[in-house]
């Protein structure tokens, strides 16, 4: 008798958003449908996590205190950083 055994990779989301309500809510949706979630609330936290971790999808907000949400998706695709991003709107 052969057993196999399907383990479904972990799916891992980066949620790049400053306001700590929506980020939190955000991540709490999408963690209770099963995927992992880190936050960040700057561009820079951004770029130091993704160096660190990898991640399936970013979603960007394009107001950032730092670096804006589309100056920020510029240096993640410089990276060639493999993942999919999703940049929000206001």
Known sequence: MYVIIYMMAEKKIL???DDAIVSS????????HG????TARTGKDT????????????LLDIGLPDIPGTELLKKIRKSNYDMSI???GH
């Open 15 to 17: 949620i790049v958003e």
């Open 35 to 38: 995927y992992s979630v880190t």
């Open 47 to 58: 770029l130091a996590e993704i160096q660190t971790s990898n991640y399936n999808l970013a």
């Open 86 to 88: 999703m940049i929000t």
């Open 25 to 32: 809510l955000i991540s709490r949706i999408l963690g209770s």
